[in-house]
């Protein structure tokens, strides 16, 4: 099913045509680049040998980036956390593979379906990129006919978002969930996703956030306390989700003029959705004529009650708020679901184009709710696994704490080496990897200049730039008599060490 | 440039007689099931929404899996050996896109170019998954202009292999690299290399093995003193690459009836390839008339001999051997090429299809080699840097880390729970909340039921049967005292502890 060269000729000609077409409009510079890189992509096709030089721009992927050892260091150090976090509450790892067959994709997302990768069709069977780690969590559990699991599942995801359009957004980015599948006793596992949610932002230490609470039911419940007719409570749901970032206002026009809902009842939602608080609101709610007269609203209401209760008990009052604007624009979502907010939002500043990230977009660090009939859809037998589960938004908490390192002047380290093997004249470069080989066979994490005869006080430059620790110095001198040179970097002091004794002395100095 | 309809469904009806033709030729169920689902996906493309309920094989794609929680604690287990091996040499993790550019991976692979994952072209860039560490690495370094780096980077990679054709092997496979870029002195940073595959097979334990080594140089400098035209060296190197998996014979047919080579050529490389040895077979090579004549030919045994001299130097000797007829499947590799074999291979045995590991599969756990141009094959101008790398098989690694585990009848915890919250009868679940929650606080990894009320007998057969060390007991009587039963799961044995203590002595316990 490949193409023939006729096709991509035709393929070219129009490119070509719209790439001109673009340049007399004076489209933007990214708009351009992006349907050149992909004419130059076209013409590459015709000649796919590596015979005449390569002539691309160097980049990555739009919407993609490299992690410099830098950014992994930050980032290791950030994952190492969340997963103690996940670890302390049981959680156990999975992975799965980074496409999916379409199918398994299909029907899960709504409206940003069209935001999925797709594989070429290469022969066989037809495959996307992963979207979420929640439908492979599900597929997973079907397939392996599991029926209880806390599982937590640290990975890229993929979405063909429109970088430029939201910022500081990428089209590969790492999601970090944890997920509790199994029948149990109502609001128990939902109310330790709080738990979890707010020990990780305690842990990393990024300051103060509200996570928020909200329940489909009673979201259901409202829409049709407020005269939504049935078909209309998903895309009427999805219009409140934007409250995060859009005024009243354009909801409400959202919701009458593009989604064709009555104006009466726009209103009453927007009367209700103005509210948050505690479980006192939970109270003056289930008294509320229109609410109570609605099954949906009145078990939505009853379940928040519980959960506030567990969370209270958890100490997690001070942390929460029940927010009946919370909607959250996934469609799989049937119970309560959760958004965690960063209250004080640090400036965040960034190198190039997508330099300025837009007040108030860091927010929202964590997400998610309870989806019981995803793992049935993939069941041939339709059996269910109810599953509840949180998200944490690692790539806002990095960009967060990339700016406050940035801030504080901040260097960290990006390696471990605790000892540098220095020489202090020609010809000692075998004795070096003497002493390293003895140095590693005892655990201890040292390097060397791979030149035969560097100058020694480019290695001991060489130590300080790096910050590591300790030096060993030695010559001819030292090694007739059995020694070398111990030095502290820090403070440049030197002390002479048996060679014998040379590992469990920098053991030693290590350990204080 | 999606298809239409009318494409759609003329590709339904080829497909349809293919899996009509396949059938008829009574083709293997494998072959069969695979063109199916090609023409399933197909079908689904006609339509597009959830309207019908989904039917489709429930799997993973093909050559891919899920891992489990079990496979997953073995995994990180071998990973976090493998990053402690790495970070002791001056390690720096980095990470890059899953794809890339396909014009950063085209003419790097030679004729495994055709196992390349392609994505979909859905408008804009024309986009490939990666298929190995080297290619993208070499691409980092010349877009951010780096000239000295050691990194490492665990990942994952992807080949359009046929896993029906080479048993064990799987289309997304961890890869695990280190490198070392920079202009050095010869060998120093090569022979390091060989220290930390040698690093990293002892301290994973998994039994004797061999590193072979061989030099490009050398065996291009072979070639030419046998009589191969320059033109055919890279063809004939791929060939001689076959010979851990074919007998003489089959490659020196391939040499002479596939690739045109003279007989007497092909028999002269017969008679060098079949040695191997250590530093005493280089002073003979360099010693040998035909050799000797060839420039490249001293160069490569004159850096071998510098090789084996480091090596020594690191106590190497006894665990590398100088194999001439090693030469690895790559394109882009310049100097010194490795491969680590282990000498006894233990049987595999694995689930399902592909159930037994051939004899000898399991053979290459590491390799890798010097490759000095690729990083100017990215650079505008043309600038080098040289590196160079191994690659450790931790795929083959789990497999026989498994399997040993399976044979010693071992169970790992796929947790690390330290106490379950266990009440003595109803009417509890707040309390053990608020217990938990202080435990937790503490750092202490916890869990209860998330049954409101579950039967004292089933949480302490949880306890047993998932190995949690220790279990809180309590029920009213000791809450009124202010106490709990501290549970010692293996031995049953109990003790009374203030609840105001219960977080000490639960740390007191498990350090020792």
């Keep these: ?42 013409k590459a096709k015709l000649g796919d040998g590596p015979a005449t030089p390569q002539k691309f721009t160097l980049k990555t992927p739009k919407g993609t980036r490299d992690y410099s050892p830098q950014q992994m260091m930050l980032r290791q150090g950030v994952l190492d956390k969340i997963i103690a976090v996940f670890k302390k509450h049981g959680g156990e790892a999975i992975d799965t593979p980074v496409f999916e067959l379409k199918e398994v994709l299909t029907g899960k997302y709504g409206e940003d379906s069209k935001l999925i990768y797709d594989l070429k069709d290469q022969g066989g069977e037809i495959l996307s990129l992963r979207y979420d780690l929640t439908v492979p969590l599900a597929r997973y559990l079907a397939m392996s006919k599991i029926s209880t699991l806390k599982r937590y599942h640290i990975a890229k995801v993929y979405r063909r978002d429109n970088p430029a359009m939201t910022r500081g957004r990428y089209r590969e980015f790492y999601q970090c969930d944890f997920d509790i599948a199994g029948t149990f006793d109502p609001m128990l596992p939902d109310a330790e996703c709080v738990k979890i949610v707010s020990e990780v932002l305690d842990t990393l230490d990024i300051g103060e956030y509200v996570i928020k609470i909200n329940h489909r039911q009673l979201l259901d419940g409202m829409f049709e306390a407020c005269g939504v007719p049935a078909d209309k409570f998903r895309t009427i749901c999805s219009a409140v989700d934007k409250l995060d970032k859009s005024p009243w206002n354009d909801v409400r026009k959202e919701m009458i003029e593009e989604k064709g809902l009555d104006a009466s009842a726009a209103d009453k939602i927007g009367e209700y959705v103005r509210l948050n608080g505690g479980i006192e609101l939970v109270s003056q709610l289930l008294a509320d004529e229109k609410l109570k007269a ?27 708020s029940f927010d009946l604007s ?19 939002e640090p400036k965040i500043v960034q190198n190039g184009a997508d330099a300025v990230e837009e007040q108030g977009a860091v927010g929202s660090v964590a997400g998610g709710g309870r989806y019981d009939n995803l793992v049935g859809m993939f069941d041939p037998k339709g059996k269910q696994v109810p599953c509840v589960g949180v998200s944490i938004g690692v790539e806002r908490i990095f960009s967060v704490l990339e700016a406050k390192n940035v801030a504080a002047g901040i260097k960290t380290r990006t390696n471990d080496v605790e000892v540098y093997v220095a020489s202090a004249h020609k010809g000692l470069h075998e004795k070096r990897l003497s002493i390293l080989n003895s140095l590693w066979d005892q655990g201890i994490k040292a390097e060397h200049s791979y030149k035969l005869n560097p100058k020694l006080l480019v290695q001991l430059q060489y130590c300080e730039e790096n910050q590591i620790p300790f030096a060993v110095v030695f010559g001819d001198s030292e090694l007739t008599k059995g020694i070398v040179k111990l030095r502290e970097v820090k403070t440049r002091k030197e002390d002479e060490v048996p060679l014998t004794e040379l590992g469990n002395e920098i053991k030693k100095r290590l350990r204080n």
Tied chains: 1, 2.
């Design 1 to 42: 099913m490949s193409e023939t060269r006729e096709q991509i000729l035709e393929e070219i000609k129009i490119q070509g045509d719209l790439v001109r077409k673009l340049k007399a409009a004076k489209e933007t510079k990214e708009r351009i680049d992006e349907e050149v890189a992909h004419l130059l992509a076209l």
């Design 294 to 320: 609605v099954p949906s609203a009145v078990k939505g209401l009853e379940n928040m009650q519980l959960l506030l209760k567990y969370c209270d008990a958890m100490g997690l009052s001070p942390k929460i």
């Design 326 to 344: 919370l909607a959250r624009g996934l469609d799989y979502y049937t119970g309560v679901i959760y958004e965690c907010v960063l209250k004080a």
